[in-house]
Structure formats: C-alpha cells, structure tokens
C-alpha cells in the first residue's frame, strides 16, 4: 500500500478556544522565517466553515494547519509528496514533522499556556480513497505498518487503535496512549 498520502492529527488538550484567525499572522511570519520543514508556499484559512479545515501552511509537499474536522481542534501535517520509498519512513517524516510544528506553534508568544497539543491522542489516516479505500483491507494493512512504528515510538501496549469504520470517511485510526509524553522525547527517537 501507498502511504505517501498520510494525515497526522494531534488533538488539541487546551486552546479549542483561541479564534482561528489568531494562527494567521504566525503562519505567515513561519514562512517568512524560513521555519518548517519544506518549501513553504502561502497561508490559506477556511475560518468560515463550521468544523472546517481551519488555518492551512500549504507547503510543495505538505500542509500544515490547525485543523476542526468534526469538531476537534487539532494540528495536522498532511503528507502530499516526500521522497520516502518505505511505508516506515513515510509515518516517521509525517510523525516528525507534525510533532515538531505543533511543539512550535505551542511555544509561540501568542499561545503560550494557552496552546497544547496531545501527543497521546491522535489520528493517522491515509488521504487516498484509490490507494486506502475504506475497509478493513485497508484497516488491517495501515495497521501492519502503524503497530510496529508505534511500539518503537510509544512502546508496546502502551496504546489503543480504534479503526475508522464509516466508509465515507478516510481509512486509518485514532490512537489513545495510555501516557501523555513530551513532545521533545518523542522528537529525539524519530531522529
């Protein structure tokens, strides 16, 4: 299975509050700065729509946003393009790069203490209804892969997979860890 096309979402413990128009101004002055990974190309925001895909980053090979799919605030790197060949490297670059730009915007001036992002609780998806249709077919092969990248970055048992069921929606999983960790403690394993 192709996982290029993946989606990490780290949802939000505290800041469901904060206006999504306050993340605007931060994004653009990331580009200007140079400060996430990739060749980052312009804000776009969908503050308009109910339960939307909020502030975006649109980036060649990714976006970044503070996303409110279905209500749940949360920041999410949308893989697009990546040179990876293996499916273990996709969910590390995807896992990397989420949890360092969600550890970013926590510490911006705006939102500190304000801003936090769950590394506990999140949801992985595949964003390709050609390559991951929904199904447990799909299930079962995201699964094979996601497991053993998790058990190294959160350990074995540590963790619960629920697997999205509603063929309308994208393939994939939300993950409870029983723990909480430190954004940076993750970061240092996926080095």
């Known amino acids: 299975m192709d996982f290029h ?15 999504l128009a306050a993340f605007i101004p ?6 200007q700065e140079d400060k996430l990974e990739g060749f980052l190309v312009d804000v776009t925001e969908y503050t308009h729509v109910h339960h939307g895909p909020g502030v975006l ?14 209500g749940k605030r949360g920041f999410m790197y949308a893989q697009k393009r990546v040179p990876e060949k293996k499916a273990e490297d996709h969910f590390k670059t995807a896992f990397r790069r989420a949890l360092q730009a969600a550890s970013f915007l926590e510490s911006e001036k705006e939102f500190a203490g304000k801003l936090k992002f769950a590394t506990g609780h999140f949801e992985v998806t595949i964003n390709d209804r050609l390559a991951a249709p929904a199904g447990s077919a799909s299930q079962a092969e995201i699964e094979k892969t996601l497991k053993p990248f998790l058990d ?16 309308k929606k994208l393939a994939g999983f939300v993950v409870k860890v029983k723990n909480n960790p430190e954004a940076k403690d993750l970061l240092t394993k996926l080095k």
């Not at 096309?5 to 206006?19: C, W």
């Not at 980053?57 to 279905?70: K, L, M, R, T, W």
């Not at 190294?152 to 063929?167: C, F, I, M, R, V």
């Open 5 to 19: 096309k993946l989606n990490v979402k780290f949802f939000a413990e505290k800041g469901s509050d904060i206006p």
């Open 26 to 31: 931060v994004f653009h002055r990331w580009i």
């Open 57 to 70: 980053i649109i980036a060649q090979e990714a976006n970044y946003s503070v996303d409110e799919a279905e």
């Open 152 to 167: 190294h970055l959160y350990g074995a048992g540590s963790y619960q997979l629920t697997g999205e069921k509603d063929p």
